[in-house]
């Protein structure tokens, strides 16, 4: 059993054979899919893909990094309504991207804090979305750190120093299609990192693995990233899903 970590099921990407994608996965033995947030307009799409699969899909609830614009407190509002009327697993995607916008970060910081503060609130993961922006990532995590801040430093491309920094923050790295990717660098120093710090994902429909890499992502293909996280560690396959997937449950509580 797989369980991919960061999902976007919901996307207008999979519109035309969303059902077909997910049986894929499903029949390749990827049994959980838990699914970020972007804003308030995927909620409703969000919770139409739970109703669907409610044995397969645990929901998060986060503002991407991205999505913090001038109306943030009002999508900041919203992500906590989300909480005040149901459960989700996790906080995220949140945190800091300077890939689009650098005039945001005053703002990107805000946000971040907040939500790292509703998931110490609610006793949840925080899922970490970080963007040509580790510095500024790291700094608000030491501003918050302690035993009540964990999660996932999801689609990590780091080096292995800021590796052993995200982990010391209690975060599991989550690796996805950029480990199988030639200059995708985290594969020459992956398994000098224990595999307890590891979670998988595939981020659909973004970051496909090789060799699918550049077309649509598909929570199928973490198969293909389990293959290669196992030939970085040496281990078999069933051995990553295992040891992956226990540590996705620590994370997430179920």
Known sequence: MLTDTHTHLYSDAFVEDRDLVIQKALDAG???????????????????????????????????????KE???????????????????????????????????????????????????????????CRDAFDEV??????????????I????????????QAISYNMKLGIGGVVTFKNGKIDQFLNEISLEHIVLETDSPYLSPVPYRGKRNESSYLALICKKVAEVYGISESEVAKITTKNSKEVFGI
């Not at 309504?81 to 703002?107: H, M």
């Not at 790291?138 to 999660?151: I, P, R, T």
């Open 30 to 68: 990827i049994e959980r899919f838990f699914i970020p947030a972007i804003d308030s307009e995927y909620t409703d799409a969000m919770y139409e893909l739970e109703k669907n699969y409610p044995k397969n899909i645990f929901l998060m609830m986060g503002l991407h990094p991205t999505s913090v």
């Open 71 to 129: 109306n943030y407190k009002e999508e900041l509002n919203h992500v906590k309504e989300q909480f005040e009327n149901r459960i989700f697993y996790a906080v995220g995607e949140i945190g800091i991207d300077l890939y689009w916008d650098k005039k945001t970060l005053d703002i990107q910081k805000i946000a971040f804090k907040e939500q790292i503060q509703l998931a110490k609130k609610y006793q949840l993961p925080i899922i970490i979305h």
């Open 138 to 151: 790291f700094e608000v995590l030491e501003s918050e750190k302690g035993n009540d801040l964990f999660g």
């Open 153 to 164: 430093f999801h689609c990590f491309t780091g080096t292995k120093e800021q590796a052993e």
